[in-house]
């Protein structure tokens, strides 16, 4: 399986890189292939759902080009949550009744722990979300690493860093619970012995200001603030250390958050020292040569055709979807959720943008660590750029 993998996935590298538009291959006259995705278009994660939208358009457009599904072409069915648990839930309904195989979405963790029970039979749902933890076996996957594995890569660049006192300050939404309990849980690791939070503050997604929570922080005098927010509540807490005077106090945020618009919106209240966790693909200038590279490549070329800077938006959907439709080929599309499951849990040796993707590991996720990198702000080139290896480890 892992030679095949190479092929194929390989071969979208290829094309992309070597032949300009890829050929078309022999696409029959039918009906397209639809896969139906449920992502936040509107609402509150809108800053994420439309980017993952428009990966999807443009993995659509190279799919088809590349022979579709065994020769017919696939259509990438695009519904909208509105960021709303509920309105997810009607929606997956609506697909369920259809037995399809598979689904993709939603954008968020609220939504897709919504749906979650609903799979309990199929279809396999492949969540965008790393902040969901579904159960072995699961026809429910995740995207990206986990959130624990990017708290254990941030204490691992944190301790390199001499930080040991840190600050923790994270929204009371789904999303920032599970994103705090996760460090909470990875500072007992042996490894950061020494290293603690001496402050924890809670607001809320909505507020507009984080006063006094940060008076808080500053009392306590921490080594860095971890900041475990996403969207715009981001913002109100870097608008909120500028205007407590903390903006030397190195920050550290997560993946949610590398979003060039976002980052392009707090560029003029950047703390002086930004980190983030982030996918493996913004090392591609340092990576050395090899599948993952060419894979990475790919992935900025097709976008860059489109005018588009990709970021993390752009990224959560490239690999799931293009295992699906790796599963597709292989098992045809009057395949059943069963057939589609054990197929992904099996494959491995599969070069991503993201490394090298493993579901062999029963945590329904084919990234982990070696999936992750921190990158750091440059206020000059309004971007951000690498500073550790894959896993956390300063470069």
């Given amino acids: 399986m892992k030679h095949r993998l190479y092929r194929i996935f390989g071969a979208l590298a290829v094309a992309v890189l070597v032949a300009g538009p890829l050929s078309p291959g022999p696409v029959r ?6 896969i139906d995705v449920i992502l936040s278009l509107t609402g509150a994660f809108a800053f994420l759902g439309t980017a993952e939208g428009e990966s999807l358009k443009t993995l659509e457009t190279l799919i088809n ?26 929606l997956a309904n609506g697909i369920i009744a259809k037995h399809p195989p598979v689904m993709l979405g939603p954008t968020f963790l609220a939504s897709c722990l919504a749906i979650a029970p609903l799979m309990k039979n199929g279809p396999v749902d492949y969540c965008f979300a790393p902040t969901i933890h579904p159960a072995p076996g699961s026809y429910v996957f995740s995207g990206g690493a986990s959130s624990y594995d990017q708290a254990i890569e941030t ?16 929204t009371n939404d789904a999303t920032g619970q599970d994103i705090g309990g996760q460090f909470n849980l990875a500072i007992r690791d042996p490894r950061f ?68 618009e976002g980052l392009a919106q707090y560029s003029s209240f950047m703390p002086n020292e930004f980190y983030s966790t982030a996918p493996r693909f913004y090392a591609r200038e340092v990576a050395g040569k090899g599948p993952v590279r060419d894979a990475e490549v790919a992935y900025y070329k097709a976008f860059n055709a489109k005018n588009i800077d990709p970021d ?27 057939s589609l499951l054990a197929y992904i849990e099996s494959a491995h040796g599969l070069p991503g943008i993201n490394g090298i993707m493993d579901y062999r590991a029963d945590d329904q996720r084919g990234e982990h660590i070696t999936s992750l990198i921190i990158v750091k702000w440059d206020p000059a080139k309004k971007h951000v750029y690498a500073v550790s290896h894959p896993g956390g480890a300063p470069l």
Wanted: hydrophobic content about 40%.
């Fill in 65 to 90: 080009k590349e022979g579709g599904i065994n020769g017919q072409p696939v259509h990438f069915n695009l519904l909208d949550d509105q960021t709303q648990p509920a309105v997810a839930v009607q």
């Fill in 155 to 170: 204490l691992i660049f944190a301790k390199a860093k001499g930080w040991k006192r840190l600050a923790e300050v994270t």
């Fill in 312 to 338: 993390v938006g752009n990224g959560f959907p490239w690999d799931p979807t293009l295992i699906v439709i790796d599963g597709l080929r292989k098992l045809g599309t009057k395949t059943d959720a069963k």
């Fill in 193 to 260: 012995s020494g290293m603690s939070f001496v402050v924890t503050e809670h607001y809320n997604a909505t507020d507009v200001g984080v006063g006094a929570q940060l008076a808080n922080v500053k009392a306590a005098n921490p080594d860095a603030i971890f900041g475990m927010t996403v969207g715009t509540a981001t913002g109100t807490l870097l608008r909120g250390l500028r205007d407590a005077g903390l903006s030397n106090v190195p920050f550290m945020t997560n993946l949610g958050n590398v979003l060039n």
């Fill in 29 to 34: 006259a039918a009906d397209p292939y639809q």
